[in-house]
Structure formats: structure tokens, C-alpha cells
């Protein structure tokens, strides 16, 4: 198994370049079933587990996919589908691989899905993506541990309100509402910059869809759409994190291709707390001279403060002066970082959906593990700015979201390396 060791108290200086963003490429990736008549390429794909994993559940549906990593190019060509299933082992490593289901449902009438299961950060039903392909006409039957779509004579346009602004089943029914028959209008879908990648994408293949990235989504059912060449907007996320990484280490770095509308709150908070951000249109330059002050935070939909930065910027808070509260509202059970930070030192209280963070002067390097994707480049940040050693196991969390993490780290000064154990 591998690690990551990390010799803190290094101050990370220079460029660092922004990759594609996971939480597009994935449902756009789900979408090239969408597309025929010819192969579809996309540019800009990371270097993510997670982008390989979805990449087996396509080449499971007999689709041809080819993932050129150096290039970041991935061809797929789905001009023809062999088979409507998702089996448990592809399924239960990724939960967005059930992002297949709207797309099949749309094309071929019919999908079977195994069902997700636990993940680490709540329970995450799907009850609402179902909710949609039912409001669609689609019958939804499960048993044996899969979900069985089916809608033998298409799709019916449809109007369906979300209950909880999800991300995963606005693109499900942003995906089958693409092509069914008529009208659907989607009221409170998620607003994320991923949900407009996706859209435009869908346009791009002949899809007819208004207002992604507003509170009320109209779609015109296409009859066909066509596989279409498209390029993956930059992951705010991975330029959330180092932007952290900058603050906390007392750094100025320039991050290259991120997009500062998409990570207002970030940015918002860092300032808050004290950290100069300046940005231009190819980036964002962090800078920071002293201690950041101790913020408040509290995890909302989009355009709120992402859950998936909650993680990364509580490690930032561990050392910031003064007392912080966070709030996660989005997931239930999305703390688990704090175990792994206390052990490094911090003084975290948890009560229920909130942690009240008391900053320390240093925190200290021990042996931690990630316990999923976000939580473990929290670890990896406190490991930057800890006294002494820190050994992170479990690294397999960070490789589905990170792009070259270590290799990015180490150009920016910081002493990081992968071992084999
Ligand atoms: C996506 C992101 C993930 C991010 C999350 C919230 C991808 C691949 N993943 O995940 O990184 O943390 O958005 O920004 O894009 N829910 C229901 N019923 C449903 C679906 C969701 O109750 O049918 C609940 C979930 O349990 C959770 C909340 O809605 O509490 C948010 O989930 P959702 O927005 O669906 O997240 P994902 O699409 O899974």
C-alpha cells in the first residue's frame, strides 16, 4: 500500500496549473452516451481513479473509451451499446457512476444500475434522481441489489421540483430530460458551475436546454443528439485546495486557470480571514504574510461555501488564530477529518453537524490516514505546515480527486514524496 510523506514547514511559492474538474468530466463522460454517429473527444481530462472507473463502466456497456493521460484527452466512442448494466464492483468503488442511468434510459430505454450502498460521508440516497426518471414515465423496480429503469416507449418531458438542490440527480434528469419527448422544466436543480459544463455540453450535441446555473432549468426533448468534441472546465476544488495550501504555509502562489466566479465564497473566506487573493482573468494569486484569523463557515448548495472545501479550510482554521465555527449543512456525517487532525495536535469540539475549531500555534506530525477524497487533502495540508514527520496512509481516497497532487506539491517547494510500504 502506499503513503505519503510529508516533512512540513516549508513556505510553497511559484505556479501551479489547474486541472480539468472530476465533478465535470464525470457526468460529462456519463453524457457521451448521448452522443452518436461518431467518436466524441474530450480535452483536459485529469489524471483521476475516478475518471478510470467511469471510464470501465462505459467499456462494461461495450463502449470503446481510450484516455490519452499525458494529453488529457479521453476519446469515447458510443455510436453503438451492447449491454445496460452497471455492475456492484464499478458501482460500489464510485456512487457518480450511476450517473449512467439517465443517459441509457434516454437512448436505449432501459438501465440496471446496482444500487449504490454506504459511503463514508452519509447514507446519499438516490431517492430524487428516481423521483425524476419516474416524473419522465420511466418504471422504476428494484431487486437483487440493482435499480431497473425502464420506458420501453421513450421519455415524456415532465415538470419535476427537487425537493434538495442535488447535484448527481439534476444531471441524471438533466441527461434524460435531453432527449425525452416535450417540454420538462426542472425547479430547484443545483446551480454548480458543473451543472452549466454539463449543459453546454448537451447543447453542443443538439440538446435544448435554458437556465443551468439558475433556480428553474427548461428543457426541449431532442430526437437525437450527436457526439460532439468539448473541453472540461478547470476544478475549482483542486484550486480551493491550494489556494489553502498558500494561506497556510505562509506562501504566494499563483494559480493558474482557476476560475474566481466559480469559488466566491472561498475566496470571500480566505479574505475574511485576513489572506490577499488577487484576481485576473487567467488566475488567482495567493498570497500571506502572518497567522490567518480564525472564520466562520457553514457548507451551503451553490453559490454557498462548497462542502467539498469544508475539510480544507477547517485544517487552514486548526492553526489560525482565535476560535472558529463550521458548519456542515449539506452532508450528515462529514467530519471525519477531525479524528485525523486532532491526532496532529488541533483542538476541534464536534456537536452534531457543527465543529467549533480553537487555532494552535503548531500542530505536530504523526502517522494519519485519509478517510475519504476531501478529508484526505485536509490531512495533507496540516502535514505541509506540521512540525516534523507526517505519514498518510490510505492514499487511494486522494488519487480518485487529485490530479498529480505530489508532483504539483514538490514544485512548489513543498517536501512531499509517494512511498511504497
Ligand atoms: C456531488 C459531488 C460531490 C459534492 C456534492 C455536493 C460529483 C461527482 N460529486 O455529489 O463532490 O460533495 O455534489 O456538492 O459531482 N440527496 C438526497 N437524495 C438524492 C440525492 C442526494 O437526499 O437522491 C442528498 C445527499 O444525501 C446529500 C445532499 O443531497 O445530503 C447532496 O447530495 P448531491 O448534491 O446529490 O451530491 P452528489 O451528486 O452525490
Known amino acids: 500500500m502506499e503513503k505519503l510523506i510529508i516533512n512540513g514547514g516549508k513556505r510553497l511559492t511559484g505556479t501551479v496549473k489547474i486541472s480539468g474538474a472530476k465533478n465535470a468530466v464525470l457526468p460529462v463522460i456519463a453524457a457521451t452516451l448521448l452522443g452518436q454517429d461518431k467518436e466524441t473527444c474530450l480535452e483536459e481530462v485529469p489524471n483521476l481513479d475516478d475518471v478510470n472507473t467511469i471510464s470501465e463502466v462505459l467499456r462494461t456497456l461495450g463502449v470503446k473509451v481510450s484516455h490519452d493521460k ?24 464510485m456512487r457518480a457512476s450511476f450517473l449512467i442511468m439517465g443517459p441509457l434510459l434516454a437512448r436505449l430505454g432501459e438501465a440496471k444500475i446496482s444500487l449504490p450502498g454506504g459511503c463514508a460521508i452519509g447514507t446519499r440516497p438516490i431517492d430524487l434522481h428516481l423521483k425524476g426518471f419516474e416524473a419522465l414515465g420511466a418504471q422504476i423496480s428494484i431487486g437483487h441489489g440493482y435499480i431497473e429503469a425502464k420506458a420501453p416507449n421513450g421519455l415524456k ?48 450535441m443538439g ?31 483542486e484550486a480551493g485546495t491550494y489556494m489553502i495550501a498558500a494561506a497556510m504555509t505562509k506562501g504566494d502562489v499563483y494559480i493558474e486557470n482557476a476560475i474566481s466566479e466559480h469559488i466566491k465564497p472561498v475566496i470571500a473566506k480566505l479574505k475574511e480571514a485576513g489572506v490577499t487573493v488577487i484576481e485576473d482573468i487567467e488566475g488567482i494569486r495567493v498570497t500571506c504574510d502572518r497567522r490567518p484569523k480564525g472564520v466562520d463557515i457553514k457548507t451551503l448548495p451553490y453559490p454557498g461555501f462548497p462542502t467539498d472545501m469544508q475539510a480544507q479550510f477547517m485544517a487552514m482554521l486548526t492553526i489560525s488564530e482565535g476560535t472558529s465555527v463550521v458548519t456542515e449543512t449539506v452532508f450528515e456525517n462529514r467530519f471525519m477529518h477531525v479524528d485525523e487532525l486532532r491526532r496532529m495536535g488541533a483542538k476541534i469540539k464536534i456537536d452534531g453537524r457543527t465543529s467549533v475549531v480553537h487555532g ?21 495540508l496540516a502535514g505541509l505546515v506540521a512540525e516534523g514527520e507526517t505519514q498518510i496512509g490510505y492514499i487511494h481516497h486522494i488519487d480518485r480527486g487529485y490530479d498529480n497532487l505530489v508532483e504539483k506539491l514538490v514544485a512548489l517547494g513543498a517536501d512531499i514524496k509517494r512511498v511504497d510500504q
Open 207 to 237: 440538446a435544448k436546454i435554458r437556465g443551468a446555473g439558475t433556480n428553474v432549468i427548461k428543457v426541449e426533448g431532442a430526437k437525437k443528439l450527436i457526439a460532439h468534441d468539448y473541453t472540461i472546465i478547470p476544478d475549482r476544488i
Open 360 to 380: 494552535v500555534d503548531t500542530l505536530t506530525g504523526c502517522q494519519v490516514k485519509a478517510t475519504d477524497l476531501r478529508a484526505g487533502a485536509a490531512i495533507v
Open 70 to 93: 499525458e494529453e488529457g484527452k479521453l476519446y469515447v466512442d458510443a455510436t453503438s451499446i451492447e449491454n445496460i448494466t452497471a455492475p456492484y464492483d464499478l458501482v460500489r468503488k
Open 157 to 204: 418531458g415532465s415538470r419535476i421540483y427537487l425537493d434538495f438542490p442535488s447535484v448527481g440527480a439534476t444531471e441524471n434528469i438533466l441527461m434524460a430530460a435531453a432527449m425525452a419527448e416535450g417540454q420538462s422544466i426542472i425547479e430547484n436543480p443545483a446551480q454548480e458551475p458543473e451543472i452549466v459544463d454539463l449543459a453546454n455540453y448537451l447543447n453542443i
